[in-house]
Structures are given as C-alpha cells and as structure tokens.
T-cell receptor, first 115, second 114 residues
C-alpha cells in the first residue's frame, strides 16, 4: 500500500521568504506525483505534477518541485512567497500499477504567510 | 466551462439516516472518483467509476456505495450514518483511464452527522 508523509503540519513565513515543504512517499514502483493547493474557502487545485522525464517540474504561481527517486521525495519549493500563498498544501501520489487512478494524499501542510 | 459540480453544498443528518451526494463531472470526462476529507486530514479515496463501472474501492465499509449514470454523473450513498462519517466529501473527474490524467476536484459536500 502507498502512503504519503508531510512532516510539516503548519508553516509560518514572512512575505518574500523562501519555502520548502517536504513530501515523502512509500511505494517503490512507478509513481505519478502531485501537489494540490486548497485556498481558504476554495476547492482543491493542481499546482504541479510529475509523470516522467525531468525530475524538476515547474507549476503555476512560481512553484516548483523536485522528484528525488532515491529519497522517495517530492518537495515543493518557491523562492519568494506572497501573502496570497496562504493555503493548505497536499502532496499526492498514484501509480499505474494499482489498476485505478486512486490518489493517496498526505495529511497536508497549512501555510500561513505574514504580510 | 463548468468545473466539477457537487450538490448539496452542506447537509445535516442524524445518526442512522441515509444520505445521497451528487456529482456532475466536467463535460467530456468519463471518470469520477469520490474522496472523504475529515477535518485536519488529507482526502481519502472511496471509489472510482469509469464508464459506469466500479474501477476501484478504498477501505470503506459496505455502508458506502456509489454509481455512475450514462451521462457520467455520479451518486455516493451512505447508509446507517455514524458520527464519524462527518466530513467533506469530494468528487473528482478525469478524462479517461490513462495514468497520466489529472483529477479535477469539486468544492465538496460538507456532511454533518449529529
């Protein structure tokens, strides 16, 4: 079974600070990796995804993530955060080896940006 | 274009009752998945339906059931409600069964069981 760990439960940063949110997954086979964001009062939206190829992926709003297979990690980064980045961030994984599109999510990281 | 739409937005039920939640996927999407998001947790997979057939089921009791209609909309049914069923229920749609799909989420139905 797959599992996803997000060790940072709540992160508080000032505007313009750099951000890195950790994500580790457990499955050793082929994986697809995702970061979703949930802004206050809004639905889950896709930030970025990794399916194959270049392990450094760029998403919307200046976010990027790096897939490190040897570390089973897919950390999310942003060089300079803005107040509007305040939201809940979820890492998720699925695999073509499990016969369906089931996404396994981490418990989420709440990001608070102080103006 | 309309995104994934779910109804109702909020629902209050009492223990032992039954509930039906509804989902309309993005136009052209044939796959619908259901997730349960308990406060403070990430979404947990309940079901996936593709072309009206169940393609996956998560670790939920038989009180949970779902179906998909010819127009690809879907219903999630929960019988004999328990307090622990209180959660945000999310529906997601995707275009087909390939694993390079993106799942698009609706705003969810918030169910409170008293």
């Amino acid at each position: 079974a797959q599992s996803v760990s997000q060790h940072n439960h709540h992160v508080i940063l000032s505007e313009a600070a750099s951000l890195e949110l950790g994500c580790n997954y457990s499955y050793g086979g082929t994986v697809n990796l995702f970061w979703y964001v949930q802004y206050p009062g809004q639905h889950l939206q896709l930030l970025l995804k990794y399916f194959s190829g270049d392990p450094l992926v760029k998403g919307i709003k200046g976010f990027e993530a790096e897939f490190i297979k040897s570390k089973f990690s897919f950390n999310l980064r942003k060089p300079s955060v803005q107040w509007s980045d305040t939201a809940e961030y979820f890492c998720a994984v699925n695999s073509p080896n499990f016969g369906n599109e089931k996404l396994t999510f981490g418990t989420g990281t709440r990001l608070t940006i102080i103006p | 274009d309309a995104g994934v739409t779910q109804s109702p937005t909020h629902l209050i039920k009492t223990r032992g009752q039954h509930v039906t939640l509804r989902c309309s996927p993005i136009s052209g999407h044939k796959s619908v998945s259901w997730y349960q998001q308990v406060l403070g947790q990430g979404p947990q997979f309940i079901f996936q339906y593709y072309e009206k057939e169940e393609r996956g089921r998560g670790n939920f009791p038989d009180r949970f059931s779902a179906r998909q209609f010819p127009n690809y909309s879907s219903e999630l049914n929960v019988n004999a409600l328990l307090l622990g069923d209180s959660a945000l229920y999310l529906c997601a749609s995707s275009s087909d069964r390939t694993y390079k799909n993106i799942q698009y989420f609706g705003a969810g139905t918030r169910l409170s069981v008293l």
